[in-house]
Nanobody
Framework: QVQLVESGGGLVQAGGSLRLSCAVS????????MGWYRQAPGKQREFVAR???????YYADSVKGRFTISRDNAKNMVYLQMNSLKPEDTAVYYC???????WGQGTQVTVSS
């Protein structure tokens, strides 16, 4: 059974940083593009970042230059380093394959102004 367990969220002031982690089970990272997504209150879930099998990265325009996605295939982990956080980054963050196929419980990120 596929498991995606996100962690690392929390409450941070605007301008601060957080590093999200995603522990992946029963998905072979070496054979899948992976992504981070987020859902803010009252809004649809949206794409945040993607990392390909070859390590190429893509970002939503809203986070480009501030967020960095990475992966460690040996540890079955995917990460999202978030810098210069803004209140509009407040959301529940999820990792999944890209395209998204599975969902974990997510991790809450709250950025205060």
């Amino acid at each position: 059974q596929v498991q995606l367990v996100e962690s690392g969220g929390g409450l941070v002031q605007a301008g601060g940083s957080l590093r999200l982690s995603c522990a992946v089970s029963r998905i072979r990272l070496g054979f899948n593009d992976m992504g981070w997504y987020r859902q803010a209150p009252g809004k649809q879930r949206e794409f945040v970042a993607r990392i390909t099998i070859g390590g190429i990265t893509y970002y939503a325009d809203s986070v480009k230059g501030r967020f960095t996605i990475s992966r460690d295939n040996a540890k079955n982990m995917v990460y999202l380093q978030m810098n210069s956080l803004k209140p509009e980054d407040t959301a529940v963050y999820y990792c999944s394959t890209f395209p998204a196929g599975y969902w974990g419980q997510g991790t809450q990120v709250t950025v205060s102004s």
